[in-house]
C-alpha cells in the first residue's frame, strides 16, 4: 500500500560528495546557517539608536556649554561639580525621596492586591486582571486628569466634605507634596501589582499548606514561606516603580503646580528653559548610574535577569 | 480554615478607587457647566465641540500614524531579533538584548534628553520620523521580551519534527515557528501601541515645532486650565481602550 | 546481511561540550530490519539517531543510505523521518494537519492530502478523528498521531526515539504489538531506541547494545540474551550475575541458579521449569526428596554462600547470596517465598554450560 508511485523524495542520489570515499578521518562540517542576518535590523538599531545615544550622552556630560545651543568640545568637569550645588543636590535627595515613600506605599498596597488576587478562583482571577487592565491601558494624563477633578479646589471632594460638614472650607489638596507622592503612587501601582501577582500565582501553595500542617501559624507561615517565594515579584515591583518614579516629570508638573520639582523637571527645564545640553547629560548621567545600581542590586539579591511581570 | 471576607473587601475597594478618575473623567464630559467643579445638567455639547477641534484631529492622527509605524517596525525588529537570538546563541546575544531592554529600564527623561541631543548631532529633522525612532526603540523590548520568552517556551522537537518531515528553515519558521510565537507577537502589539499612544515624556523631546502627538496636546492643554473639551476626548479614549481589550480577551480565549 | 544493506553508519564520532559522546561506531542495517538500539539513558544512542535523520552533524565518520553518502545532507532532504519521544506534534494544527505536513510540503494537491491522511488515521486505528485538536488526544492517541505523521512520507527508514516512553505498561504491550505489526505490513526499515531490554527483546529482529558511545554487541534477541558477548551485555539485557574466577568472567542468568541444601522441597513445589530441570540432573535426588538431603551438580560448579536478602520483584523471588571470596550472586525463583533465611549459610552452583564467558568491562 505505501508502494512506490514515483513520489518518494530524491535521496541524495546524485549529491554524493567528491571525498566522501576518503573523507573518513576529515572533520564534517555543515555549511553554517544564516539565521544571524534576522538579528541585524536588532543590532543595527540597538547600536545605533540606543547604545550610541547612551555613550553620547556620557561624552556631552564633560563638555562645555555653548552661547545658544549644543555645546562647545572643551573638556571639563564642571557639570558634575554644579551636580554637587545644594540647589541639585537637593532635587536628588527630594527625587530619591519621594520615589522611596511612593515604593513603600505601593508596596503596602500592591503586595496585599497582589497576593489575595492570585488566591482568587479562576473566573474572578481573570475578571480582576481586565479590572486592572482597564485603568493601566488609559493614558496616565486622563487618570490624572479626572483625579484633578476630584481633588481641585472647591472640586468633588471639597464639596462632598462640605457637604457633609466634615469641613468647612476648601482643602486646597492641589498643588501639594503629598498630592504628587498620590499621583505617583497611583500611576505606578499597577506595576507592583502585576509583578506581585505573577509570583504568587506561580507560587505552590501546597508548601503554604504544608507549613500550616506542620504547626506554623499564619504570620509564621506568611515570613518564611509566602514572604520568601514571592520575593522576586516583590523586588522586581520595587524596581518598576522606584526607577519611572524618578522620572515622570508631568505628575509633579501637574499634580504639583510648579513648586514641587524632581530630577526629572530639573532636567526637562536644563533642556527647555536653560538650553544647557551638557548640563542636562550630566544630570541624566548620574541618574543613569543610580538606576543602574539599582537594577544590579535586583540582579544580585533576587539572580534573575527577567523582571518579573513586566508585561 | 474559616473563609475571611477581607480580602474579597480590599480588592473591591482598591480597585474601585482606580476607576474614580476614569468614572469622573466620564461623568463631567457630559457636564454642560463650562467649569468643571460645577454640575450644569446633562449636555453633548463637549462631544460637539471636540469633533470641531481641527488641532485635536490632527494630532489623534498623528499619534495612530506614530502608534501604527512604531509598532510594526519594531514587531519586525523584535521577532526577527527574538529568533535570531535564540538560533544563534552568539555570546554577544546577551549583551545585545541588554542594551536593547534599557529603553524601558531607565527613566523615560534619559531617553528623551538622549534623543534631543543625537537627534540634533545627527542632523534630524525633529518631526514624525524622530517621533518613530525614539518610540520603535521602547515599543522593541516588549516585543522582544515576549517573543523570546514563548520561544523559550516552545518544544525544540517541534521545529525539528518540521525539518525531519521535509521542511526547509523557511517553511519551519512560517509553518511552525510564526504560528506559535504569533498570540506572543499580538500581546507585544497591543501593549507597546499603548505606551506609545500614552507617551508624553519622549515624545514632548522630539517632537519639534511642527508635528503634536495626542497626548502631547492634552498635557499642554492641562497645563493651561482643564478644558472641559478634555474630558470628552478621555471619555472617548477610555471606551476605545475597553474596547480593544475586550477584543483582546476574546482572541485569547479562542486561542487558549 | 552484506548483500542487502541498506543503511550504514562509517566510524561516526560526535562529541558536544559535556564530552565525547559517539566513539566511532558502524552498524550496517538490511533493507526491512527491525534493529534496536538498547542501552542506558546517556549511551548515546539519541545522538546515533539524530545523526542518521540529520538533526545533528558527527565530527567524524559517514552516513550511507542505499549506497548514497548522505552525511552532509540536511534533514528535510533525507527520506528517512523519526518519532520524537514526546511526540512533537503541532500543536497549532489538527490531527489531519498534523499527519499531511509532509505532504504539503511537498505541494501534494489537497485532495491528495486529505485521501492520504485518512488512509494513514485507518492504519494507526484513528478513523474519523482527522479534525481533532492535538491537545484532546490521549497519549497514546498522539503517538499513533506521530507515526502517521512519520509514514504518510513513505520513508525509506523509520527511527523511533523511545515512543512508547510515556505510556503506561498495558498500553505500551498493546503498541508494542501494532508497531511490529506495522512494520511488517509496509516493509519499512525501523530502527528503535530503548532503555527496556524486554521490548527490545520482544520486537526487534537484532540488537545493538550499546555503552558509553560504542556499540557492545550487536546480534539477534537470542545471540544478545543467551550468548552475551560482554559483561555489561549480559548484566543489562540477561540480568545476570558477573562471576570472576581463575581470571575469567562468567555471566550466570539468575534462573539457571541452584540452590542445593535445604531449598530442594521448595523447588519441586515452585516448579520453575529451570529449577525442575537442574534439580532433575543433579544426582541421586528423588523427585519427592527430603529437605535435607544434599544435592550436587554433574557437570559445573558449586560454592559455599551466605544468604543476605530475599525480596520479590517483577512476579518473581530473589536471593541474594555472598561468596566467600566476597561476590554476590542472585538466584530468582517464582513463587513468593522460601524456607531459607538471612545469615543462614547454604550450597549453591551452576551447571557449566549456563556460564557463558564474557570479556569483562568491569560491571
Given at each position: 500500500?505505501?508502494?512506490?508511485?514515483?513520489?518518494?523524495?530524491?535521496?541524495?542520489?546524485?549529491?554524493?560528495?567528491?571525498?566522501?570515499?576518503?573523507?573518513?578521518?576529515?572533520?564534517n562540517?555543515r555549511?553554517?546557517?544564516?539565521?544571524?542576518?534576522?538579528?541585524?535590523?536588532?543590532?543595527?538599531?540597538?547600536?545605533?539608536?540606543?547604545?550610541?545615544?547612551?555613550?553620547?550622552?556620557?561624552?556631552?556630560?564633560?563638555?562645555?556649554?555653548?552661547?545658544?545651543?549644543?555645546?562647545?568640545?572643551?573638556?571639563?568637569?564642571?557639570?558634575?561639580?554644579?551636580?554637587?550645588?545644594?540647589?541639585?543636590?537637593?532635587?536628588?535627595?527630594?527625587?530619591?525621596?519621594?520615589?522611596?515613600?511612593?515604593?513603600?506605599?505601593?508596596?503596602?498596597?500592591?503586595?496585599?492586591?497582589?497576593?489575595?488576587?492570585?488566591?482568587?478562583?479562576?473566573?474572578?482571577?481573570?475578571?480582576?486582571?481586565?479590572?486592572?487592565?482597564?485603568?493601566?491601558?488609559?493614558?496616565?494624563?486622563?487618570?490624572?486628569?479626572?483625579?484633578?477633578?476630584?481633588?481641585?479646589?472647591?472640586?468633588?471632594?471639597?464639596?462632598?466634605?462640605?457637604?457633609?460638614?466634615?469641613?468647612?472650607?476648601?482643602?486646597?489638596?492641589?498643588?501639594?507634596?503629598?498630592?504628587?507622592?498620590?499621583?505617583?503612587?497611583?500611576?505606578?501601582?499597577?506595576?507592583?501589582?502585576?509583578?506581585?501577582?505573577?509570583?504568587?500565582?506561580?507560587?505552590?501553595?501546597?508548601?503554604?499548606?504544608?507549613?500550616?500542617?506542620?504547626?506554623?501559624?499564619?504570620?509564621?507561615?506568611?515570613?518564611?514561606?509566602?514572604?520568601?517565594?514571592?520575593?522576586?515579584?516583590?523586588?522586581?515591583?520595587?524596581?518598576?516603580?522606584?526607577?519611572?518614579?524618578?522620572?515622570?516629570?508631568?505628575?509633579?508638573?501637574?499634580?504639583?503646580?510648579?513648586?514641587?520639582?524632581?530630577?526629572?523637571?530639573?532636567?526637562?527645564?536644563?533642556?527647555?528653559?536653560?538650553?544647557?545640553?551638557?548640563?542636562?547629560?550630566?544630570?541624566?548621567?548620574?541618574?543613569?548610574?543610580?538606576?543602574?545600581?539599582?537594577?544590579?542590586?535586583?540582579?544580585?539579591?533576587?539572580?534573575?535577569?527577567?523582571?518579573?511581570?513586566?508585561? | 480554615?474559616?473563609?475571611?471576607?477581607?480580602?474579597?473587601?480590599?480588592?473591591?475597594?482598591?480597585?474601585?478607587?482606580?476607576?474614580?478618575?476614569?468614572?469622573?473623567?466620564?461623568?463631567?464630559?457630559?457636564?454642560?457647566?463650562?467649569?468643571?467643579?460645577?454640575?450644569?445638567?446633562?449636555?453633548?455639547?463637549?462631544?460637539?465641540?471636540?469633533?470641531?477641534?481641527?488641532?485635536?484631529?490632527?494630532?489623534?492622527?498623528?499619534?495612530?500614524?506614530?502608534?501604527?509605524?512604531?509598532?510594526?517596525?519594531?514587531?519586525?525588529?523584535?521577532?526577527?531579533?527574538?529568533?535570531?537570538?535564540?538560533?544563534?546563541?552568539?555570546?554577544?546575544?546577551?549583551?545585545?538584548?541588554?542594551?536593547?531592554?534599557?529603553?524601558?529600564?531607565?527613566?523615560?527623561?534619559?531617553?528623551?534628553?538622549?534623543?534631543?541631543?543625537?537627534?540634533?548631532?545627527?542632523?534630524?529633522?525633529?518631526?514624525?520620523?524622530?517621533?518613530?525612532?525614539?518610540?520603535?526603540?521602547?515599543?522593541?523590548?516588549?516585543?522582544?521580551?515576549?517573543?523570546?520568552?514563548?520561544?523559550?517556551?516552545?518544544d525544540p522537537q517541534i521545529e525539528e519534527a518540521a525539518r525531519d518531515l521535509?521542511?526547509?528553515?523557511?517553511?519551519?519558521?512560517?509553518?511552525?515557528?510564526?504560528?506559535?510565537?504569533?498570540?506572543?507577537?499580538?500581546?507585544?502589539?497591543?501593549?507597546?501601541?499603548?505606551?506609545?499612544?500614552?507617551?508624553?515624556?519622549?515624545?514632548?523631546?522630539?517632537?519639534?515645532?511642527?508635528?503634536?502627538?495626542?497626548?502631547?496636546?492634552?498635557?499642554?492643554?492641562?497645563?493651561?486650565?482643564?478644558?472641559?473639551?478634555?474630558?470628552?476626548?478621555?471619555?472617548?479614549?477610555?471606551?476605545?481602550?475597553?474596547?480593544?481589550?475586550?477584543?483582546?480577551?476574546?482572541?485569547?480565549?479562542?486561542?487558549? | 546481511?552484506?548483500?542487502?544493506?541498506?543503511l550504514s553508519l562509517?566510524g561516526i564520532r560526535k562529541s558536544f561540550k559535556s564530552g565525547e559522546v559517539l566513539k566511532g561506531i558502524d552498524l550496517?542495517i538490511?533493507?526491512?530490519?527491525f534493529i534496536t538500539l538498547l542501552g542506558a539513558s546517556g549511551c548515546g544512542k539519541t545522538t546515533t539517531i539524530r545523526i542518521i535523520a540529520g538533526l545533528d552533524m558527527p565530527d567524524e565518520g559517514?552516513v550511507?543510505l542505499?549506497?548514497?553518502?548522505i552525511t552532509?545532507?540536511p534533514p528535510?532532504?533525507r527520506?528517512v523521518n523519526t518519532i520524537f519521544q514526546n511526540y512533537a506534534l503541532?500543536?497549532?494544527?489538527?490531527?489531519?494537519?498534523?499527519?499531511?505536513?509532509?505532504?504539503?510540503?511537498?505541494?501534494?494537491?489537497?485532495?491528495?492530502?486529505?485521501?492520504?491522511?485518512?488512509?494513514?488515521?485507518?492504519?494507526?486505528?484513528?478513523?474519523?478523528?482527522?479534525?481533532?485538536?492535538?491537545?484532546?488526544?490521549?497519549?497514546?492517541?498522539k503517538q499513533?498521531?506521530a507515526i502517521?505523521r512519520a509514514?504518510?512520507?513513505?520513508p525509506?527508514v523509520l527511527l523511533l526515539d523511545e515512543p512508547l516512553g510515556a505510556l503506561?505498561?498495558?498500553?505500551r504491550?498493546?503498541m508494542q504489538?501494532?508497531l511490529?505489526?506495522?512494520?511488517?505490513?509496509?516493509?519499512?526499515t525501523f530502527i528503535y531506541i530503548t532503555h527496556d531490554q524486554?521490548e527490545a527483546?520482544?520486537m526487534s529482529?537484532r540488537i545493538a547494545v550499546m555503552h558509553k558511545g560504542l556499540f557492545e554487541q550487536i546480534?539477534?534477541?537470542?545471540?544478545?540474551?543467551?550468548?552475551?558477548?560482554?559483561?555489561y551485555?549480559?548484566?543489562f539485557v540477561?540480568?545476570?550475575?558477573?562471576?570472576?574466577?581463575?581470571?575469567?568472567?562468567?555471566?550466570?542468568?539468575?534462573?539457571?541458579?541452584?540452590?542445593?541444601?535445604?531449598?530442594?522441597?521448595?523447588?519441586?513445589?515452585?516448579?520453575?521449569?529451570?529449577?525442575?530441570?537442574?534439580?532433575?540432573?543433579?544426582?541421586?535426588?528423588?523427585?519427592?526428596?527430603?529437605?535435607?538431603?544434599?544435592?550436587?551438580?554433574?557437570?559445573?560448579?558449586?560454592?559455599?554462600?551466605?544468604?543476605?536478602?530475599?525480596?520479590?520483584?517483577?512476579?518473581?523471588?530473589?536471593?541474594?547470596?555472598?561468596?566467600?571470596?566476597?561476590?554476590?550472586?542472585?538466584?530468582?525463583?517464582?513463587?513468593?517465598?522460601?524456607?531459607?533465611?538471612?545469615?543462614?549459610?547454604?550450597?549453591?552452583?551452576?551447571?557449566?554450560?549456563?556460564?557463558?564467558?564474557?570479556?569483562?568491562?568491569?560491571?
Open positions: 500500500m505505501m508502494g512506490s508511485d514515483g513520489r518518494n523524495r530524491n535521496t541524495a542520489g546524485g549529491s554524493l560528495s567528491a571525498g566522501s570515499g576518503s573523507g573518513r578521518a576529515k572533520k562540517k555549511k553554517r546557517s544564516s539565521v544571524w542576518i534576522l538579528m541585524m535590523p536588532l543590532y543595527a538599531f540597538t547600536i545605533v539608536f540606543v547604545l550610541f545615544p547612551l555613550l553620547y550622552m556620557g561624552f556631552l556630560s564633560f563638555m562645555s556649554r555653548a552661547e545658544v545651543w549644543g555645546f562647545v568640545n572643551e573638556f571639563t568637569l564642571g557639570n558634575y561639580k554644579r551636580i554637587l550645588e545644594p540647589l541639585y543636590l537637593n532635587t536628588f535627595k527630594d527625587s530619591l525621596k519621594l520615589a522611596f515613600i511612593s515604593t513603600i506605599v505601593n508596596i503596602f498596597i500592591g503586595y496585599p492586591y497582589g497576593y489575595f488576587m492570585a488566591r482568587l478562583d479562576e473566573k474572578w482571577k481573570r475578571i480582576m486582571m481586565l479590572l486592572l487592565m482597564i485603568p493601566f491601558w488609559t493614558s496616565g494624563l486622563i487618570r490624572l486628569n479626572g483625579w484633578i477633578i476630584v481633588f481641585r479646589s472647591n472640586g468633588i471632594l471639597d464639596k462632598l466634605l462640605m457637604g457633609l460638614h466634615l469641613t468647612d472650607a476648601p482643602l486646597k489638596l492641589l498643588y501639594t507634596y503629598p498630592m504628587v507622592v498620590f499621583g505617583m503612587i497611583y500611576a505606578l501601582m499597577p506595576f507592583m501589582i502585576l509583578a506581585v501577582y505573577s509570583s504568587a500565582e506561580k507560587m505552590d501553595w501546597t508548601l503554604v499548606e504544608a507549613s500550616r500542617d506542620l504547626g506554623a501559624g499564619a504570620a509564621e507561615t506568611f515570613f518564611r514561606v509566602t514572604l520568601p517565594l514571592t520575593m522576586p515579584g516583590l523586588l522586581s515591583g520595587v524596581i518598576l516603580t522606584f526607577i519611572p518614579s524618578m522620572g515622570l516629570f508631568f505628575v509633579a508638573d501637574l499634580l504639583g503646580g510648579n513648586k514641587i520639582v524632581l530630577i526629572g523637571n530639573i532636567i526637562q527645564q536644563q533642556l527647555t528653559k536653560g538650553r544647557n545640553l551638557p548640563f542636562a547629560a550630566a544630570l541624566s548621567v548620574v541618574l543613569m548610574v543610580l538606576t543602574s545600581l539599582l537594577i544590579a542590586l535586583y540582579r544580585r539579591i533576587a539572580g534573575t535577569r527577567q523582571l518579573e511581570g513586566l508585561i | 480554615m474559616r473563609k475571611s471576607r477581607f480580602p474579597a473587601i480590599y480588592l473591591a475597594v482598591i480597585t474601585a478607587l482606580t476607576f474614580v478618575p476614569i468614572v469622573v473623567t466620564i461623568i463631567y464630559s457630559f457636564n454642560a457647566s463650562k467649569i468643571t467643579s460645577v454640575w450644569g445638567g446633562f449636555s453633548l455639547s463637549w462631544y460637539k465641540e471636540l469633533f470641531r477641534d481641527r488641532d485635536l484631529f490632527r494630532a489623534l492622527k498623528n499619534s495612530l500614524i506614530l502608534g501604527f509605524a512604531a509598532c510594526l517596525i519594531s514587531a519586525v525588529i523584535g521577532t526577527l531579533g527574538a529568533v535570531g537570538v535564540k538560533r544563534t546563541g552568539w555570546k554577544i546575544n546577551d549583551f545585545i538584548s541588554y542594551i536593547s531592554r534599557l529603553p524601558i529600564m531607565i527613566p523615560e527623561i534619559i531617553l528623551g534628553m538622549v534623543y534631543l541631543a543625537v537627534f540634533s548631532f545627527m542632523g534630524f529633522k525633529f518631526g514624525m520620523l524622530t517621533l518613530i525612532i525614539a518610540h520603535t526603540s521602547f515599543c522593541i523590548p516588549y516585543i522582544f521580551m515576549m517573543v523570546s520568552d514563548r520561544l523559550i517556551g516552545m521535509g521542511a526547509n528553515a523557511r517553511q519551519v519558521f512560517f509553518d511552525i515557528t510564526l504560528p506559535s510565537i504569533t498570540p506572543a507577537i499580538l500581546s507585544g502589539l497591543l501593549l507597546s501601541f499603548a505606551m506609545s499612544f500614552d507617551d508624553v515624556v519622549i515624545s514632548v523631546f522630539v517632537t519639534g515645532s511642527t508635528v503634536n502627538t495626542l497626548p502631547i496636546k492634552i498635557y499642554t492643554r492641562m497645563k493651561t486650565g482643564v478644558t472641559p473639551e478634555i474630558n470628552a476626548l478621555a471619555a472617548i479614549m477610555i471606551a476605545v481602550t475597553m474596547i480593544i481589550l475586550f477584543l483582546n480577551r476574546l482572541y485569547q480565549r479562542k486561542h487558549d | 546481511m552484506a548483500d542487502n544493506i541498506h562509517k550496517d538490511a533493507q526491512g530490519e559517514r550511507i542505499d549506497g548514497a553518502d552532509d545532507l528535510e532532504k527520506n503541532f500543536p497549532h494544527m489538527n490531527v489531519a494537519d498534523n499527519i499531511s505536513y509532509g505532504l504539503k510540503i511537498r505541494k501534494v494537491s489537497k485532495a491528495e492530502r486529505r485521501a492520504k491522511a485518512e488512509e494513514m488515521l485507518r492504519l494507526v486505528r484513528l478513523e474519523g478523528r482527522g479534525d481533532r485538536k492535538v491537545s484532546e488526544l490521549s497519549g497514546g492517541q499513533r498521531v502517521a509514514l504518510i512520507n513513505e525509506k503506561d505498561l498495558k498500553l504491550r498493546q504489538l501494532e511490529k505489526r506495522m512494520q511488517k505490513q509496509l516493509g519499512i524486554e527483546i520482544n529482529d546480534g539477534t534477541p537470542d545471540e544478545i540474551y543467551y550468548r552475551p558477548k560482554t559483561s551485555v549480559a548484566n540477561g540480568n545476570a550475575n558477573i562471576i570472576r574466577e581463575n581470571g575469567k568472567t562468567y555471566a550466570v542468568r539468575s534462573e539457571n541458579v541452584v540452590i542445593l541444601e535445604k531449598e530442594a522441597a521448595v523447588h519441586f513445589e515452585g516448579a520453575g521449569p529451570g529449577i525442575t530441570e537442574s534439580a532433575q540432573e543433579a544426582e541421586s535426588v528423588p523427585e519427592t526428596a527430603v529437605p535435607a538431603q544434599k544435592l550436587t551438580i554433574k557437570d559445573g560448579s558449586e560454592y559455599d554462600a551466605k544468604v543476605l536478602e530475599k525480596s520479590f520483584a517483577g512476579g518473581q523471588l530473589r536471593i541474594e547470596f555472598e561468596l566467600k571470596d566476597g561476590q554476590h550472586v542472585v538466584a530468582s525463583r517464582s513463587g513468593l517465598n522460601s524456607v531459607l533465611t538471612a545469615g543462614q549459610m547454604t550450597r549453591i552452583g551452576w551447571r557449566a554450560e549456563h556460564a557463558v564467558e564474557v570479556i569483562d568491562d568491569g560491571i
